[in-house]
Every structure is written in C-alpha cells, then in structure tokens.
T-cell receptor, first 113, second 109 residues
Framework: DTGVSQNPRHKITKRGQNVTFRCDPI?????LYWYRQTLGQGPEFLTY????????KSRLLSDRFSAERPKGSFSTLEIQRTEQGDSAMYLC???????????FGDGTRLSIL | GQNIDQPTEMTATEGAIVQINCTYQ??????LFWYQQHAGEAPTFLSY????GLEEKGRFSSFLSRSKGYSYLLLKELQMKDSASYLC??????????FGRGTSLIVHP
C-alpha cells in the first residue's frame, strides 16, 4: 500500500492557461474522489468515479473543469482557461468500497498568477 | 442539502482532554467521519460512526447521536502534535461526504 499519489505537488501558472493534475489511487480502491480546498475551509467535493464511470459531475465548479479515469486506475483533473479564483489545493481521495473512509493524497497546490 | 457546523477554533493544554462538537443536518445519513489535517498536509482518517454511541480508538473517541444530528470527537492526554484542524464529514444518502469547515485545535504547553 503506497498510498494515494498526486502530481504535481505544486503548479504555478498564468491566468488563462490550462492545467492538468494526476491522481494515482491505492491500487485496490474502486472509488476515486476529487475535492478542492481553500484556506480555512474543509474539502469541497467536485466529482467521483466508480472504476472508470464518473457517477457525479454536477458539482464541478464550471464547464472549465473536467475529469477522467479512462482505465479505472489513475485519474486526471483538468482546468481550462484558469482564473485567479481557481487558486486552491486540489485533493484526490480513494476508498475501497462505497461508504468506507477515504484515503487522501497530499494534494496539488495551484497558484494562478 | 447538508449543513455541518463545528467551532472554528479551540485551545487546550498539553495533557488535558478536549471535546470538539459537530452538528449536522442532512438528507439521508450513511455515516459520519472525523479527519485530522495538519497545516499543508492531507486529511488523515481518525474515526467513523454509523450507529449511535461511542467509538474508542486509543486516545481518540467519537460519539454519534443520529436523532440529534450531533457528534463529538474526544481527544485525551493531549500532545503538542495534536495541534491541527479536525474535520467533521457527513455522508448523506448519495454516499458523497460533505465536510465542515474544520476546527483548528491549538495545544499549549
């Protein structure tokens, strides 16, 4: 069990650029979640996958946000045309089955210049 | 929808006991989680309650009353390393957790 891995750890980019983050869940975990966390707040749910199926995406913050998990293993979160307000920590978590505690990665901190 | 309320900040003395409360309103209920999050790090799982009562795990215990929409996390024999944010998360009918804002606990010597 190597834990949930996220890359990159930090991303600094100019406003208007596209960014993509990667998450590798714990290998036997079927559920994968994406969250956004800003300073002084708890994680805010964005989307999740059961294997390769994206089961909830209505809470993605705008149509600039999209996520994929093409083979049911790693996942990517993409933000197009980044804005200042997108600056945050983006967390990925996984769980083995529905309803069980989630294991979080260390997150990707995004800074928009 | 779901609404979760927990105190913003608490302070306590090393060696003491502290109780962090969490109240919630939810449509459907499939469990309540407590996570610990040190500054700049990922949340780590502490406890899970799905039935009423007390769950004990070492120095940490968590209590749930579903009828009152209430939970607490009890930390005993506080250590300096317990200074962190404590997140209450409620899993509703959709099994998607909603997190509270977190309680920042400061442990003084």
């Amino acid at each position: 069990d190597t834990g949930v891995s996220q890359n990159p750890r930090h991303k600094i980019t100019k406003r208007g650029q596209n960014v993509t983050f990667r998450c590798d869940p714990i290998s036997e975990h079927n559920r994968l979640y994406w969250y956004r966390q800003t300073l002084g707040q708890g994680p805010e749910f964005l989307t999740y996958f059961q294997n390769e199926a994206q089961l909830e995406k209505s809470r993605l913050l705008s149509d600039r946000f999209s996520a994929e998990r093409p083979k049911g293993s790693f996942s990517t979160l993409e933000i197009q045309r980044t804005e200042q307000g997108d600056s945050a920590m983006y967390l990925c978590a996984s769980s083995q089955i529905t309803g069980q505690p989630q294991h979080f990665g260390d997150g990707t901190r995004l800074s928009i210049l | 929808g779901q609404n979760i309320d927990q105190p913003t900040e608490m302070t306590a003395t090393e060696g003491a006991i502290v109780q962090i409360n969490c109240t919630y309103q939810t449509s459907g209920f499939n469990g309540l989680f407590w996570y610990q999050q040190h500054a700049g790090e990922a949340p780590t799982f502490l406890s899970y309650n799905v039935l009423d009562g007390l769950e004990e795990k070492g120095r940490f215990s968590s209590f749930l009353s579903r009828s009152k929409g209430y939970s607490y996390l009890l930390l005993k024999e506080l250590q300096m390393k317990d200074s962190a944010s404590y997140l209450c998360a409620v899993q509703g009918g959709s099994y998607i957790p909603t997190f509270g804002r977190g309680t920042s606990l400061i442990v003084h010597p």
